[in-house]
C-alpha cells in the first residue's frame, strides 16, 4: 500500500451540485482525467471542462430512467482493485477497466423528498442505488482510493493535494472512508425509517438512528463527558434549526434546556396570546399567557425568580423590546423565539453572554414523531408525547363543578405539567403557574414543594399569603392515596385536574368532595422521566 496515492482518474456523480463546477475544474488542471454521469456531465461540460461518459467507458447507455447506469463491472473493478495485487491488476487488463482513483459521490435527495411530504412512488424514485454501492466499494477500498460524499469536503481534498504534492495521504483517505460509510448507514437509516411509517410497522425488527454532527461540545452534562450535537434533518423548528444571533457557543445543557422550553411554549397557540416559558435544568420554573410578551414574561418570572436566574426563556411569539429589556435585568442563559425585533437584538448586544436563538416557527406539539433513550444493552422507542386534552375530554367527578376561570387554570396548568419531571405537580392562577412540584419519588412531596415555592414567592412579593390560595392544580399521574389531596387543600387549591384510574379513586373523590375541591379527570396521564 503507497501511503501517499496521486490522483489520475476521478468518478463524479452528484446530486447536489454546490461547489461542483469549480472543485472539478481544480481537479482537472492537476490533470485528473475526469468521469461523469447524466446532469452532473452536462454541468461539467457547460462549464467548458472536458468529460468522459460512464457510458462511454462500460459500452452501455443510461437505461431504465437512469436507474442503471454505474453498475457495471468496469466501474466497480475500477474501484476495487487492488494495485499491489498481481492477480487483480492482470484481471484488469484482460477486461480494459482503468483504475478510479476518486470517486465524488452525493446521493439522490431521498430524505429532502420525504420531508416535501412527497408521494410514496415519488420517494421511491428517490432511493439512489448505484451511489451506495460505489460509495461502499470506494470506501473499502480506501487503501488506494478516495471517497467524496459531502459538498463541504471539495476544499479539504484539495487543501490535501496542495500539503502532499499532488497525493492524498492514508490518513486522509481513512477518514474520508468512516465519513462515507456514516452517510450510507444514515441514508439507509432515513429510508428504513420512513418505510416504517409509511406501512405503519410501529415496531420494526431493526431500528436504527442517524444524525449529522452539528457541532462539538466542549463537554456534556458535567466536564468528564465528551458530547457533540448532532441534528437529524427534520424540519420541526426548535434549537436545531434556529439561528443564533449572539452569545458564546452552546453547551450541551443549554441546548437540552432550550429545547425543552420552547417545546413546553410550542403548546400555547400563539393566536390566543403570548406565552412565555422559563426552564432551569429541564424544568419549567415559570410559565404564565398575557395580553403582551413582557406581562407573560413577567407572570412566568413571578413565579419562581429565584430559580429564574440563569435559566432559559423561550416565547411563542416575536420578542420585542420591551420584553427584552425585562429580560436584561437578570442573568439569562438563553432566550428563543420564532422571531425577534431589532430592538430586542439591539438590546440583547449589550449582554455578550445572552444567546439569542429564533427560529422562524413553532414545532406542532401534535406532530407525530420518536424518542429514545439508551439503557444497557440496548434502546427504549416511544412515541413522542404528543397527547393533547381539550374540554369536552374532561369528566367532572366531584360534587362540585369547576368554574369557567378553574376550568381554564385547570387546562393550563394540565399543559404545564406534560413538561414537568414525575412526579408532577403544577399550581395555577389566572394562566400564570403559581407554584411548582417536580422529579420526587412521593406525589406529597411535590405538592408541598410547590406549595412552598408559592409561600416563599409570596413573601418576596410582598403578599400577606401563598400564591397557591385559590389555585387549579394538575397532577401529571393519579393520585394514590387521599393523602395529595388533603396536601392541595391545605395548600388552598380549589380545583384539580388529574388522569384517575387509582385503585383509591373513590376515596380520592370522596375527600375531594369533603374539601370542597372541584376535580376533574383526563383519562391520560403525562409521565416524564
Request: negative net charge; charged residues 25%.
Amino acid at each position: 500500500m503507497n501511503d501517499r496515492i496521486p490522483l489520475k482518474r476521478a468518478l463524479i456523480s452528484v446530486s447536489d451540485k454546490t461547489g461542483l463546477v469549480e472543485f472539478a475544474r481544480a481537479l482537472a488542471a492537476r490533470g485528473v482525467e475526469l468521469l461523469s454521469t447524466g446532469g452532473t456531465a452536462r454541468t461539467l461540460r457547460q462549464a467548458g471542462l472536458t468529460v468522459v461518459d460512464v457510458a462511454d467507458v462500460t459500452g452501455f447507455p443510461e437505461m431504465m430512467d437512469g436507474r442503471v447506469k454505474t453498475l457495471h463491472p468496469v466501474v466497480h473493478g475500477g474501484l476495487l482493485a487492488l494495485r499491489d495485487n498481481q492477480e487483480h491488476m492482470a484481471a484488469a487488463k484482460t477486461h480494459d477497466i482503468d483504475m478510479i482513483d476518486l470517486l465524488v459521490v452525493n446521493l439522490y435527495p431521498f430524505e429532502e423528498t420525504v420531508a416535501k411530504g412527497a408521494a410514496y412512488d415519488d420517494c421511491i424514485e428517490n432511493i439512489d442505488i448505484g451511489g451506495p454501492a460505489m460509495i461502499r466499494a470506494a470506501a473499502k477500498n480506501h487503501a488506494f482510493v478516495t471517497v467524496v460524499v459531502d459538498v463541504e469536503d471539495y476544499s479539504a481534498v484539495l487543501a490535501e493535494l496542495d500539503r502532499n504534492d499532488d497525493r492524498i495521504s492514508y490518513p486522509f483517505r481513512q477518514r474520508q472512508a468512516q465519513i462515507a460509510y456514516a452517510r450510507t448507514a444514515a441514508y439507509d437509516a432515513a429510508v428504513s425509517t420512513w418505510m416504517a411509517n409509511a406501512i405503519g410497522e410501529e415496531t420494526p425488527r431493526r431500528r436504527t438512528f442517524a444524525g449529522k454532527l452539528a457541532q462539538g461540545l466542549r463537554y456534556g452534562e458535567n466536564p468528564h463527558q465528551a458530547a457533540a450535537f448532532y441534528t437529524d434533518g427534520s424540519a420541526r423548528p426548535g434549537v436545531a434549526t434556529a439561528r443564533q444571533w449572539q452569545g458564546k457557543e452552546l453547551s450541551y445543557n443549554n441546548i437540552n434546556d432550550t429545547d425543552a422550553a420552547f417545546e413546553l411554549v410550542a403548546e400555547f397557540d400563539p393566536s390566543e396570546g403570548p406565552a412565555v416559558a422559563i426552564i432551569k435544568h429541564a424544568n419549567p420554573c415559570g410559565v404564565a399567557r398575557g395580553t403582551s410578551a413582557v406581562e407573560a414574561y413577567k407572570r412566568a418570572f413571578d413565579c419562581d425568580r429565584t430559580s429564574a436566574f440563569g435559566g432559559i426563556i423561550a416565547l411563542n411569539t416575536v420578542l420585542d423590546g420591551e420584553t427584552a429589556h425585562a429580560i436584561t435585568e437578570i442573568f439569562t442563559e438563553v432566550v428563543i423565539a420564532p422571531d425577534a425585533t431589532d430592538e430586542a437584538k439591539e438590546i440583547f448586544a449589550a449582554k455578550k453572554n445572552l444567546r439569542l436563538l429564533t427560529t422562524g416557527g413553532l414545532p406542532d406539539p401534535a406532530a407525530p414523531g420518536l424518542s429514545f433513550r439508551q439503557v444497557a444493552g440496548g434502546f427504549l422507542v416511544q412515541g413522542r408525547d404528543n397527547g393533547r386534552i381539550l374540554r369536552p375530554d374532561l369528566k367532572v367527578v366531584t360534587k362540585r363543578q369547576p368554574s369557567e376561570d378553574e376550568l381554564n387554570d385547570l387546562l393550563f396548568a394540565w399543559t404545564v405539567a406534560k413538561h414537568v419531571k414525575s412526579n408532577a405537580i403544577v399550581y395555577a392562577r389566572d394562566l400564570a403557574t403559581v407554584g411548582i412540584g417536580a422529579g420526587q419519588m412521593s406525589r406529597v412531596d411535590s405538592t408541598r414543594i410547590g406549595k412552598r415555592k408559592s409561600e416563599d414567592m409570596a413573601e418576596v412579593l410582598g403578599l400577606s399569603q401563598a400564591l397557591t390560595i385559590g389555585s387549579a392544580v394538575a397532577s401529571d399521574a393519579f393520585f394514590p392515596f387521599a393523602d395529595g389531596i388533603e396536601a392541595l387543600a391545605e395548600a388552598g387549591a380549589k380545583a384539580v385536574i388529574q388522569p384517575g384510574g387509582s385503585m383509591r379513586d373513590a376515596e380520592v373523590i370522596e375527600t375531594a368532595d369533603r374539601l370542597g375541591l372541584a376535580m376533574v379527570f383526563t383519562g391520560q396521564r403525562h409521565f416524564r422521566h
